[in-house]
């Protein structure tokens, strides 16, 4: 459930964390092409040299943010949907998470679709790890429709229909601060949901 195609690096010194906690706070707030390497090294008050020595380069240290991301979201996805039991609930689970994310002060939006936008056509491994939590997430979703009954033969389609309501919602908190948006997406996921459950009349004997 929910486990990472990205490999958990090993433990790093602590100027690695510490540049790349900053790189990470810097990114989601100012993006990527507007943070420079000058600017990551004066927020956590090392020199150049020492990114350089760390990553070798910016587009490294973004590669290996997105990782870290990919890894803790995934990490924190699983823990709030393993809490509960119901299949029901644990779907909801996935919504009320984000419904949790949009109340933490330093939420600025998704950071992975702006990865993409800003790095279109310059480093595949970027777009890439885009594309790998965006399609990690559909596929745990698509899971938990399949365990509360959806059948297999739609439950690409169901996914597909909530990562759309998920993002939408994403937007929504982050441009007009509507709080409440993953609650209301879950109200039309629930509908979505229930259409899919409703057994198909048989024709047979009509």
Not at 138 to 154: C, K, T
């Amino acid at each position: 459930m929910l486990q990472s195609q990205v490999e958990i690096r090993r433990r790093r010194p602590d100027n690695h964390a510490l540049l790349l906690d900053t790189a990470d706070t810097l990114f989601a707030r100012s993006g990527f092409h507007d943070v420079s390497v000058e600017d990551i090294a004066r927020e956590a008050k090392v020199t150049k040299s020492t990114l350089y020595r760390h990553f070798g380069g910016k587009e490294n240290l973004v590669t290996e943010v997105l990782e870290n991301r990919i890894v803790q979201i995934e990490a924190s996805l699983a823990a709030a949907v393993n809490a509960r039991q119901d299949p029901r609930d644990r779907l909801k689970a996935v919504f009320d998470w984000h419904t949790a994310w949009f109340a933490q002060p330093d939420f600025a939006g998704c950071m992975f679709p702006l990865a993409a936008r800003e790095y279109k056509g310059e480093h595949p491994e970027i777009i890439r790890l885009s594309e790998v939590q965006k399609l990690s997430l559909r596929n745990a979703v698509r899971a938990l429709v399949e365990a509360i009954g959806v059948p297999e033969s739609r439950s690409e389609h169901l996914a597909r229909q909530i990562i759309c309501l998920l993002d939408g919602a994403v937007v929504s908190a982050q441009l007009l601060g509507e709080k409440d948006a993953a609650d209301i997406a879950w109200n039309m996921a629930e509908t979505a949901l229930s259409a899919e459950l409703v057994p198909s009349r048989s024709t047979t004997g009509w």
